[in-house]
């Protein structure tokens, strides 16, 4: 520990609190308590010359408003403030603070806390726990960076809750909000998470100048009152979620915000009074917005741009759509059914107007579906007030997705070289026992698996020479009597068979491998809800659970957000939801089973990196209907990605069935699912 001169304390408090959030109670600090671990012998009174070795030692015998300093190092804490302090890192990069996945790291039961300049790691993987954990009022945290959790800063029940200029990443949920309210997070990037910001039954929130991407959902609200958005950027989310999902909300205003390459840019369910302008809508693959049963939505002032199928698709719903520039949407610049929709004043990228069919290359097209559209009168030229008027490049450089900590796979057995595979699977599989190899990153069959792994699924038929898939699948109990969502074997047995005759063992795990149970039944997932069964039931609650990297996971069950589609369950796109119930009901003439099996690989597919990014003739609504482009555009792709084929084939294309044919066999990525990236081919 080098010697601090006390002359340097004075310059120090001048240097460090200037830059602390001020507390909304307004009161200055009366101490500045200093923590180091590296002071292992003592004495420890606080100062810069003894300081704590301990953070939880700084706390008991701080007093109120007083600041904690902590010096770079690495402190393996649980910390509760039952009182009003400032808890400083030397440097948010080298101070971190960790749970070792035992629970939280920082509980907070003190209104007018300020936390700033840590990294939180490795909390626990249970419900309860976050990195930061809080049940207070007026709480600021600043410059933190948040790694690797269920959950990274939670919230239920209290007010005034500021976030600033913090990364968040590689967490189920980034931060968790229930009933609380005047909410702000400002300045902060979230990436890499399951859902990156959660608001349920709360209010007054403000998302400002974030960037959210490479997540399964960039922000989710249900139930939620007056949340505005403004000049954030939601890009590469999941390819079948993406950027904003509103449910049940009410007062909701989007503006001056970026959406591209999201599955879709914003979602809008079952809610009222939705306002979305001045935004740019570049590239989404389904849909820059999606409306289902939403009243009162405005969009307003946007540019929608060279969205792969659809800008605007609305169903049961009620909206003024107008002065937006709509420029090169693959099928629809507005699709509407059962749908009131005042979309005049638009700009359609011709002086005519909307296109009335696919087979138009002049302008976007408008649907003429069931409702009440006007279109009439459209602008005669392009207007120059849509969109943002600022470079998200510039504002916005996303970080590189961090891969700097990898949980130790323990393997049984005696391991006479140390290089982590035991001497019995080397010596069965050719290996050297006294000779150490890499086998943390050996993959020779290029099956996304390491040798590591192999051994690890050993047992489970997997070979290091031959490509595997493992895939464990879940299903809910049926509400309905007499009906079961357990996938049948025959089914399975089917799902199995094209891989085995392109040389690639498919295992799945439906209680046979340690996995794969039924759960209890719920009526109708939300995307919470599944990152929940998620970590519950496929992670067991455990940060460093060894399925993890190998498995894929499904869940089957009755409802969910939709019929069939993959998920983040966590950091990367490992895992899909069949809704078993709602497709029944749309394919009578299927057995149920069929259904979910058929939908499985279709889900699987895309685990496997065959998104609608890829190519056009993936999840393409329009390749379903004869009188459309993209059927005769796509009628030769006969993969089960394909729409039209989902359920009559069981299978992937090998791009041997004519023009527009895609090889996706030749296409499979075996290790998307381990290290997800949306961003388009160049």
């Avoid at 909304?24 to 500045?32: E, F, I, Q, R």
């Avoid at 902590?70 to 009182?83: A, R, S, V």
């Avoid at 595997?468 to 068979?497: G, R």
């Avoid at 094209?498 to 439906?510: E, F, G, R, S």
Wanted: charged share 15%; net charge negative; glycine share 8%.
């Amino acid at each position: 520990m080098a010697s601090r001169p006390i002359v340097i304390i004075a310059i120090a408090l001048l240097l460090i609190l200037p830059i602390i959030p001020p507390h909304a109670s307004a009161h200055a600090p009366t101490a500045v308590l200093y923590v180091d671990d590296d002071n292992t012998q003592g004495p420890w009174d606080g100062t810069p010359d003894h300081p704590y070795q301990h953070i939880t030692d700084a706390v008991a015998n701080a007093t109120d408003n007083d600041t904690i300093y902590i010096e770079n190092g690495t402190y393996h804490e649980q910390i509760t403030l039952t009182k009003p302090l400032t808890i400083q890192g030397q440097e948010k990069n080298t101070t971190l603070v960790t749970a070792d996945g035992k629970g939280s790291i920082l509980t907070i039961g003190a209104d007018h806390v300020c936390v700033t300049d840590l990294t939180f790691l490795n909390s626990a993987g249970r419900p309860d726990t976050a990195a930061v954990d809080i049940h207070a009022d007026h709480t600021i945290i600043s410059r933190c960076i948040i790694y690797r959790h269920r959950l990274g800063i939670a919230i239920t029940g209290h007010t005034d809750l500021t976030v600033t200029d913090c990364m968040i990443h590689v967490t189920q949920q980034g931060i968790h909000i229930v009933n609380s309210s005047r909410i702000t997070i400002t300045d902060t990037y979230l990436y890499h998470n399951a859902i990156s910001i959660l608001l349920k039954g709360s209010s007054a929130a403000t998302i400002n100048a974030c960037f959210m991407h490479t997540n399964g959902v960039g922000c989710y609200a249900q139930h939620d009152t007056a949340l505005t958005i403004t000049h954030c950027a939601f890009c590469d989310n999941n390819d079948n979620q993406g950027g904003v999902f509103l449910r049940n909300t009410t007062s909701t205003t989007i503006t001056d915000s970026y959406f591209k390459n999201n599955g879709v840019g914003v979602g809008i369910k079952s809610s009222n009074d939705t306002t979305i302008a001045h935004s740019t809508f570049i590239k989404n693959t389904h849909f820059a917005v999606k409306l289902w049963n939403a009243t009162a939505t405005t969009l307003q002032n946007n540019s929608f741009d060279s969205n792969l199928r659809n800008a605007v698709y609305a169903e049961y719903s009620t909206l003024t759509y107008t002065r937006n520039l709509l420029h090169n949407d693959t099928n629809y610049g507005l699709y509407a059914a059962h749908t009131t929709a005042n979309a005049t004043r638009n700009w359609w990228g011709s002086a005519l107007g909307p296109a009335r069919t696919s087979y138009s290359t002049r302008a976007d097209r408008g649907s003429r579906g069931q409702g009440t559209l006007q279109y009439y009168p459209w602008l005669f030229t392009a207007p120059n007030d849509t969109g943002i008027t600022w470079d998200p490049l510039t504002q916005f450089t996303a970080p590189q997705h961090p891969d700097t900590w990898k949980p130790t796979l323990t393997l049984p057995g005696s391991d006479t070289d140390g290089d982590g595979a035991p001497d019995w699977w080397e010596i069965k599989w050719g290996y050297d026992p006294t000779v150490p190899d890499d086998h943390a990153h050996l993959d020779p069959d290029g099956d996304g698996l390491t040798n590591l792994q192999e051994c690890f699924t050993d047992a489970m038929g997997s070979n290091p020479f031959h490509k595997d898939i493992f895939l464990e699948i879940d299903w809910l109990t049926s509400l309905t009597p007499n009906v079961t969502n357990q996938p049948p074997q025959k089914y399975l047995d089917q799902m199995i068979a094209p891989y085995a005759q392109h040389n690639i063992t498919l295992h799945v795990d439906t209680g046979n491998f340690g996995g794969g149970e039924e759960l209890p039944s719920k009526a109708d997932l939300t995307y919470e809800d599944i990152g929940n069964d998620y970590w519950d039931h496929f992670l067991n609650d455990d940060l460093n659970n060894p399925r993890k990297g190998v498995f894929h996971y499904g869940l089957l069950c009755d409802d969910s957000e939709g019929g069939g589609f993959v998920v983040i369950g966590w950091d990367d796109l490992d895992s899909f939801t069949i809704a078993c119930q709602r497709l029944q009901e749309k394919y009578t003439h299927f057995a149920r089973g069929r259904l979910s099996v058929g939908g499985s690989m279709h889900e699987l597919g895309h685990l496997e990196g065959l998104i609608a990014a890829r190519f056009g003739g993936i999840d393409n609504m329009a390749a379903t209907h004869l009188q459309e482009k993209g059927f005769w555009e796509y009628r030769h792709y006969h993969s089960c990605l394909n729409y039209c084929y989902t359920y009559f084939l069981m299978n992937y294309s090998d791009g041997s069935h004519g023009t527009n044919d895609f090889n996706d066999w030749a296409h499979l990525n075996f290790t998307f699912f381990k290290a997800t990236e949306f961003a388009l081919p160049s």
